[in-house]
């Protein structure tokens, strides 16, 4: 057999194993510059992939856990609840209205905390392709600004068109605050205002967090942006160390 | 609107379940976790539905490759290792022509017969990167044997499964023509 080399199809020996995922990235790199320009290897890297997906189904059926069905019925039901359906896009609450919504039933009672944590794993979900959708379309737009934030450890990118009232905030690094804090992003207008544009929520065992920041009025109005660290649930106004800002 | 939503999610769930749970338990072979990311694919099974899109597959083909993904992503998180996934939303992954008229069934039997068929380690090799996640080079540490041979391993034993398992069903005008 020959050893991986740069030769043209070389990569055609990997194609299997690059079906299977067992690849490093730099070995999938190759492999797909090699597809790309290979019709070839395309038709049989698309085979390959086809195996790849039928070993999906050679796992044998098994029934899960009872719990498990009515843990997620309980999730839908809260999920479903008429009243919380309000927002334009008729699918799911605001960001804010989903933590008020967790915080609500946590505090409901202690029979209520493993639906809250499911509530929240849902709407982080919501939330997490909203704000990717949100990124994108904003992204689209001529107009769209990119302010890139950082500070200690911390990197930011805040993606906003000045005649929305709408932002999307990417950060990494930023570091547990734990139960009883929150990050909690703020607009800030020219004359000093600070405006909540909502609260960051980390996502568990990632240095990587969004939002979708919504304020009242489009983004031009505001001179500035800010995090700071809030108590959990949020503050009206900013008490907390700044971590970072900028200028809009 | 949404208690129908539900009612059909559940009834999503109530016959896929079993396939999904089977595929987390085969991967992460420990209850709970699987429990836990079979969880986790529903959930997203309810958030992203609208990105399903019928003609690139069936439903449970969509759930189960959700399912392995956030299986990876959890052995991932562990530290297992940091590693790529092919893309298979490729569209070129779509184009070859459904190779066997035969119901889902049956061609899943026939794949599985064809696994079985395989050298026991060729078969072990692919089974430890598709179900385990593992990269090559973590499979020849993990076997204790030269990489080379891991790498003839999967080589051998998916040209052998596309050989068992798709080649006699393609018809001659759609087969690719390439005999490596």
């Known amino acids: ?248 | 609107m949404a208690a129908r939503n539900q009612a059909a999610f559940l009834a999503l769930y109530d016959r896929y379940a079993g396939r999904v749970y089977g595929l987390c338990l085969r991967m992460l072979q420990d209850p709970a976790a699987a429990e836990e990311v079979s969880q986790e694919t529903f959930l997203k099974l309810w958030v992203r539905a609208g990105q399903f899109d019928p003609s690139r597959g069936a439903l449970v083909s969509w759930l189960l490759t959700i399912a392995r993904r956030t299986a990876l992503d959890r052995f991932r998180r562990e530290a297992r290792r940091p590693r790529l996934q092919p893309d298979d939303s490729d569209d070129r992954l779509h184009q070859i022509p459904d190779p066997s008229s035969e119901s889902e069934e049956a061609r899943w039997g026939s794949l599985r017969l064809a696994l079985q068929e395989l050298p026991e380690d060729q078969r072990s090799a692919i089974e430890l990167a598709y179900y385990q996640g593992l990269s090559h080079r973590e499979i020849a540490e993990f076997l204790d044997i030269p990489l080379g041979t891991v790498k003839t391993r999967i080589r051998l034993g998916m040209q052998r499964l596309r050989r068992l398992w798709l080649q006699p069903e393609l018809p001659r005008s759609i087969s690719s023509g390439i005999d490596v």
């Open chain 1, 1 to 248: 057999m020959p050893p991986t080399t740069q030769l043209p199809h070389a990569a055609e020996a990997l194609l299997g194993a690059y079906a299977l995922g067992a690849l490093t990235e730099a070995e999938a790199l190759q492999v797909e510059a090699h597809l790309a320009a290979c019709e070839q290897c395309a038709a049989r890297a698309a085979e390959f992939q086809q195996i790849a997906k039928g070993l999906l189904h050679l796992a044998p059926e098994v029934e899960p856990p009872a719990a498990l069905r009515a843990r997620l019925k309980a999730a839908l039901d809260q999920d479903a609840q008429p009243a919380r359906r309000s927002n334009p896009a008729g699918r799911r609450l605001g960001w804010a209205g989903a933590l008020a919504a967790v915080a609500l039933l946590a505090l409901n009672s202690a029979q209520w905390v493993r639906n809250a944590s499911l509530q929240a794993q849902l709407e982080s979900l919501a939330a997490q392709e909203r704000a990717g959708q949100t990124a994108q379309a904003l992204r689209s737009y001529p107009s769209s600004q990119v302010v890139e934030l950082e500070a200690e450890g911390i990197r930011g990118t805040l993606v906003y068109d000045p005649g929305f009232p709408l932002a999307v905030l990417y950060i990494w690094g930023l570091e547990d605050p734990g139960p009883r804090q929150a990050y909690q992003a703020w607009l800030i207008s020219a004359d000093g205002t600070r405006t909540s544009g909502g609260l960051l929520e980390l996502p568990e065992e990632q240095g990587f967090a969004w939002l979708v920041v919504r304020a009242n009025r489009p983004l031009q109005d505001y001179s500035g942006f800010g995090l700071t660290l809030e108590p959990a649930g949020g503050s009206p106004l900013p008490t907390g160390p700044r971590i970072l800002g900028s200028d809009l």
